[in-house]
């Protein structure tokens, strides 16, 4: 049974760095074709996608975001870690993590963590 | 980046009607097209993959068809349940976007 849950702090204030903490179970982060991405949400707008990081420890980012994130993993611990630097109030929103399966072209987000809520105030 | 319009924005029908949510993305996508079911305070669950594939446990009443630019998610009888925000995704290319999603109430 495949399971992810995001950690982290509720409240940051503008400027600051936001981490967050992916922990997952019930699946590798080194099998060939997974990923876990990381998925945002503005309260009451669309999702939006914010990066993907690879069995192989590649990684993809929006362009829009590149400068301020990153991704890295901890395999060992089956975590996967966010950082967005110079938080601002725009960046308020419930942050996912979701597992992405490929198999050949077929990719899609099937589990996704319940979200954690980041808000961004000072 | 490829954009995802979906049309309508938000919709009302009574239950037992069919329901057809359409996505138009802004170039060739090919197949590459997920559908997510988004309810109030929720996570997004997938429905169905790759255009046309029904993810494992969702009922057979959702469908979805399209090539190309042009998608559709159709639901055939609407039941109290699929109340919910729908989302269009692609992953033609990067970065992976979606529509900016489609409210589905009960008249």
């Known amino acids: 049974q495949i399971t992810l849950k995001e950690s982290g702090p509720t409240l940051v204030k503008p400027t600051q760095t936001l981490t967050l903490t992916c922990n997952f179970s019930?699946?590798?982060?080194?099998?060939?074709?997974?990923?876990v991405g990381w998925i945002r949400q503005p309260p009451g707008k669309a999702l939006e996608w914010l990066a993907n990081?690879?069995?192989?420890?590649?990684?993809r980012y929006s362009p829009s975001l590149k400068s301020r994130l990153t991704v890295t993993r901890d395999t060992s611990k089956n975590q996967v870690v966010l950082t967005m630097t110079d938080m601002d109030p725009g960046d308020t929103g419930t942050y996912y993590c979701?597992?992405?399966?490929?198999?050949?072209?077929?990719?899609?987000?099937?589990?996704w963590g319940q979200g954690t809520l980041v808000t961004v105030s000072s | 980046d490829i954009q995802m319009t979906q049309s309508p924005s938000s919709l009302s029908a009574s239950v037992g009607d069919r329901v057809t949510i359409t996505c138009q993305a802004s170039?060739?996508?090919?197949?590459?097209v997920n559908w997510y079911q988004q309810k109030p305070g929720k996570a997004p669950k997938l429905l169905i993959y790759?255009?046309?594939n029904l993810q494992t446990g969702v009922p057979s009443r959702f469908s979805g068809s399209g090539s190309g630019t042009d998608f559709t998610l159709t639901i055939s009888s609407l039941q109290p349940e699929d109340i919910a925000t729908y989302y269009c995704?692609?992953?033609?290319?990067?970065?992976?976007?979606f529509g900016q999603g489609t409210k589905l109430e009960i008249k």
């Open positions: 979701a597992h992405r399966p490929c198999s050949g072209d077929n990719c899609y987000f099937d589990y």
């Open positions: 790759v255009v046309s």
């Open positions: 990081i690879y069995w192989d420890d590649d990684k």
């Open positions: 995704q692609q992953y033609n290319d990067f970065p992976y976007t």
């Open positions: 019930g699946f590798s982060l080194t099998t060939g074709g997974v990923a």
């Open positions: 170039e060739d996508i090919k197949k590459y």
